[in-house]
């Protein structure tokens, strides 16, 4: 989908529902250099039951009272709010994207004419979700928290069936406890995805501080999507698990640089940077001390020293045995006009 990495900043829901509090977190986003800040998009009417519970995390983060739906009908983005979203986002150069959660909320979104769809990792087992996604012909980055390697292999198989070809898709790793224990990230997972469904794999980061998603584009991300906040403190589901946006900013430049630092050939050579201390960190055989002409010259007579500007130590077993035509100086540069 891209030949860099593509940066996802996730605002989620965590404008809490105020407009301008969508607006400074798409300003975040800009200024940290974020490819696209993204929103999620849905009635909280056609996701979730009244009665459904709140999941672990939520309970940790936001009023217990609450019901599932009680908190995510605060967070929905009303209709009008997108055309506002949207030109803001284009005056400050970021891209702006929205995961819609059921089939209205997608059909909402394709009036935007959006440049891919987000599927996110609950609605993996969606069957009919998954194909009206799909039948919008457009490429699909997939989250698979919580799914088995069967269960990717069967979304796949129903995106594909309606004819979105396999480099169209980009397949996220993930792991939807917020946060994510260090120890149970399995970032090698990710690979593992590449391999087996050859498509283009990426990341989605749940975990505190921005050292995983930096590791995951080390080892090939394509794709990295991170939740970021305003402020952690701020009652919601996903603040605390969030970066600042300092952390965003520093997150997008530790990624940058590792994306230049793996785009090398892969070959062990000398690099341009690199020629220039050859010199004054390589060193040079000299001489260990005061000799006289005529002397033959033994291994103890040379000593290795910086600079490097004269014969390799390498070559030394070259000058054992030679008998010198002139006088030398103790840490002189050794020459090879010093023999007959």
Request: proline share 4%; hydrophobic share 40%; with cysteine.
């Amino acid at each position: 989908m891209n030949k860099k990495v593509l940066i996802i900043a996730e605002a989620g829901v965590n404008h809490n529902g105020v407009l301008a509090n969508a607006k400074n977190l798409i300003r975040a986003a800009a200024d940290a250099g974020a490819d696209y800040v993204k929103f999620q998009t849905f009635k909280a009417e056609k996701l979730v039951t009244k009665g459904a519970e709140l999941a672990d995390y939520q309970l940790k983060s936001v009023n217990q009272e609450n019901s599932q739906f009680n908190m995510l009908q605060k967070l929905e983005i009303p209709a009008e709010w997108y055309d506002e979203l949207i030109n803001y986002s284009r005056s400050l150069g970021v891209g702006f994207l929205s995961t819609g959660f059921d089939i209205d909320s997608v059909d909402l979104l394709e009036r935007f004419d959006p440049p891919f769809y987000k599927i996110p990792s609950g609605e993996i087992t969606n069957k009919p979700y998954l194909e009206h996604i799909a039948s919008k012909g457009k490429p699909i980055i997939l989250s698979t928290g919580m799914a088995e390697l069967e269960e990717i292999r069967e979304a796949l198989a129903v995106i594909k069936n309606k004819g979105v070809q396999t480099e169209n898709i980009t397949v996220l790793h993930c792991n939807t406890q917020y946060p994510t224990p260090m120890d149970d990230v399995n970032l090698k997972a990710m690979e593992h995805i590449r391999e087996e469904f050859n498509v283009d794999v990426g990341y989605s980061d749940h975990t505190l501080g921005i050292e995983i998603p930096v590791a995951a584009v080390a080892l090939g991300a394509r794709v990295i999507e991170k939740h970021f906040t305003l402020d952690k403190a701020w009652e919601g589901p996903d603040h605390k698990a969030s970066l600042d946006p300092i952390e965003l900013k520093k997150m997008v430049s530790a990624i940058r640089n590792i994306e230049l630092a793996i785009s090398g050939t892969g070959k062990k050579v000398r690099t341009e940077s690199e020629s220039a201390n050859l010199e004054a960190a390589r060193k040079s055989i000299h001489w260990s001390k005061d000799i006289t002409s005529g002397t033959i010259v033994q291994d103890g007579d040379f000593i290795m020293l910086r600079p490097g500007n004269g014969v390799s130590p390498m070559n030394m077993s070259d000058y054992i045995g030679r008998k010198l035509t002139k006088n030398v100086k103790e840490k002189s540069l050794m020459n090879s006009s010093d023999f007959i």
